[in-house]
């Protein structure tokens, strides 16, 4: 041993591999959330659609009209998307959250604990 070689016994590859292998019931939650996400948007915009037809929120441009058997094709479409995206997002924040407060801790066994400096006094003029 040198002076500066560790003296614990280095893992080997396939602890190492082991130990950053992502749990399979996560594969199967992210795979869950891969088929709702656009399930809630599509039926999320058919119900807009249907409340907008109802009570005139906003009025669909004549561009946004297809022709053949569904003219709101191209709005469900838009509509679609952008509340794939915004569950998409609050998804994300629920899990930042629950990874926030269930987590492991910001530090290590092996951290310095954070420095607190007393705050100084400013001078009274």
Known sequence: MGKYTDYKRQPSMSEREASTKLHPIWQGVGFGLMILTPLLGYFGALVLLEENSRRNWVTI?????????????????????????????VFQLFTYVLYRLFGPSRYGPLDVPPVSYPKRRKKQR
């Open 61 to 89: 441009p004549a561009d946004l009209l297809a022709p053949g058997k569904d003219p709101l094709l191209f709005a469900k479409i838009i509509l679609t998307v952008a509340l794939m995206l915004v569950i998409f997002t």
